[in-house]
T-cell receptor
């Protein structure tokens, strides 16, 4: 069935360094790929998303790249700050002839060390 | 802060009981999706409602059902509760189906004893 694999499960970086989180999806009908940040006890918050007709998107320190051929997409955070510490989830939206499914990855716990 | 609200915030039930969770979508949004998030896991898609019709469903049994009302608020009903149903239940609203941005509510934490 549909699946989204996310790596790594945990990631520790020094403040100011870059962090990269990678996801791979299985269903070629996937056409929308959001990334969410979830702080402890809080709701997931969208931080960036990309649609299947675009290869890269950037918003200040955050960027997402998409490789449709390889079916993988990545989140890049540059100049990390302590407040970037959270759990990050990737997701893929599958459009199956007008019905939809959303598959989330298992999450990456990012810790930015001051 | 988004406009998606959920009630109740916490709930304790026993096995075999039934539960109804509620979600009010953000103003202007006509689509609501429901997710189950077990501790330490990613959200699992339950189903999506678009203009009062279910238009997508994940791998959940029929005892998970829902409704969407004309004002686009929504309910998630779970019958015959099992211990494994203990989780955080999130709803998310969006301005349309498919690849519209979803905004999550704060969730309802359900504990089944």
């Amino acid at each position: 069935g549909e699946n989204v694999e996310q790596h790594p499960s945990t990631l520790s970086v020094q403040e100011g360094d870059s962090a990269v989180i990678k996801c791979t999806y299985s269903d070629s009908a996937s056409n929308y790929f959001p990334w969410y940040k979830q702080e402890l006890g809080k709701r997931p918050q969208l931080i960036i998303d990309i649609r299947s007709n675009v290869g890269e998107k950037k918003d200040q320190r955050i960027a997402v790249t998409l490789n449709k051929t390889a079916k993988h997409f990545s989140l890049h955070i540059t100049e990390t700050q302590p407040e970037d510490s959270a759990v990050y989830f990737c997701a893929a939206s599958i459009d199956d002839s007008g019905t939809y499914k959303y598959i989330f990855g298992t999450g990456t716990r990012l810790k930015v060390l001051a | 802060e988004t406009g998606v609200t959920q009630s109740p915030t916490h709930l304790i039930k026993t096995r075999g009981q039934q539960v109804t969770l509620r979600c009010s979508s953000q103003s202007g949004h006509n689509t609501v999706s429901w997710y189950q998030q077990a501790l330490g896991q990613g959200p699992q898609f339950i189903f999506q409602y678009y203009r009062e019709e279910e238009n997508g469903r994940g791998n959940f049994p029929p005892r998970f059902s829902g409704l969407q009302f004309p004002n686009y608020s929504s309910e998630l009903n779970v019958n015959a509760l099992e211990l494994d149903d203990s989780a955080l239940y999130l709803c998310a609203s969006s301005a349309g189906q498919g690849y519209e941005t979803q905004y999550f509510g704060p969730g309802t934490r359900l504990l089944v004893l």
